[in-house]
């Protein structure tokens, strides 16, 4: 995925999460997204997944983003 691509769906995710995932970090490689992070809520996990999914519907997505 090209760098400014994936800035896209980074920007793309904490805008859809409203800045609630601190220390974000999106991985890209081989088809497959992974998400890191830490958040306050399940709900915001899921935002960020469906963010990621309005940019690469067809993505696979491994949800890491720990919720505490």
Known sequence: ???DRHLELERHIQQCT???V???CVEVGDGQVVLR???SSYYVKQLAQHGVWDVLPDARL???IVVE
């Open 22 to 24: 601190r220390a974000l």
């Open 37 to 39: 992070g830490r958040t």
């Open 62 to 64: 491994a949800n890491d």
């Open 18 to 20: 409203g800045r609630r």
């Open 1 to 3: 995925m090209p760098a």
